[in-house]
């Protein structure tokens, strides 16, 4: 069995994201190369799993880049990690896609393409375990219906109309329940909570 990464190993890699994306907000092309090859797998299979073909991800993926490229200069590093400001583009930007080709529902797992893994570099791995580490360590800590609800929506691309629909409760409830979620996580992931034992 694999050992995990390092927190130190982690911290560095995240930095190397940190300091490609500030200076692609420079407007660093050679940054903004980097950037793409660290970040680029990941991104890909989040614009996939919620578009459900390849080729529509492929094109959202292109309108993604587009968008960092532009907005990379907003990104602050003390505000947001960066994978997680680099994935709410990729996922705002399928979601407006499966939104205007007039798509409602997901197409089933079995019809998705598998990613090739060996396009995934160890610093990338090591990024995404970090991140993902303590994004489910925290939303371990949410209640019971606000996690089911943030997990639903954010992993799997659902709406909050599609939610309410989906749990049989009012709309203004379903945004009530993220609303409140979406700030604890915020507050459990902008502090050391999530790595409490």
């Keep these: ?8 190993d982690a911290d560095e890699a995240r930095q190397r994201l940190v300091e490609a ?6 407007e ?10 660290l970040t680029s797998a990941k991104l890909f299979g989040v614009c996939l799993r919620i578009c459900g073909e390849r080729g529509a991800a492929e094109d959202v993926l ?9 907005r ?33 529902r997901l197409a089933p797992v079995e019809e998705i393409d ?9 610093e ?22 606000q996690r089911d609800a943030i997990r639903t929506a954010f992993f799997n691309g659902l709406t909050y109309a599609d939610l309410a ?3 049989s409760v009012p709309l203004g409830t379903m945004k009530s329940w993220v609303r409140r979620g979406l700030m604890h996580l915020k507050n459990c992931l902008s502090s050391d909570e999530g790595y409490d034992d």
């Excluded at 994935?87 to 979601?95: D, E, L, S």
């Excluded at 598998?114 to 160890?122: Q, T």
């Excluded at 990338?124 to 219906?145: A, G, I, P, Y």
């Design 114 to 122: 598998d990613l090739p893994d060996e396009r995934v570099s160890a």
């Design 124 to 145: 990338d791995r090591m990024l995404l375990d970090e991140q993902e580490t303590r994004l489910h360590l925290c939303l371990d800590k949410l209640e019971e219906r």
């Design 62 to 70: 292109s309108e993604v880049y587009l968008t960092i490229w532009k």
């Design 21 to 26: 994306l500030v200076a692609t907000g420079a």
């Design 28 to 37: 660093d092309r050679n940054a903004f190369r980097t950037l793409y090859r």
């Design 165 to 167: 629909e989906q749990r």
């Design 1 to 8: 069995m694999n050992s995990a990464p390092s927190r130190s």
């Design 72 to 104: 990379a200069g907003a990104f602050e590093p003390g505000r947001a990690s960066p994978i997680s400001w680099l994935a709410t583009i990729a996922r705002n930007r399928a979601i407006d896609w499966r939104r205007s080709a007039g798509r409602h």
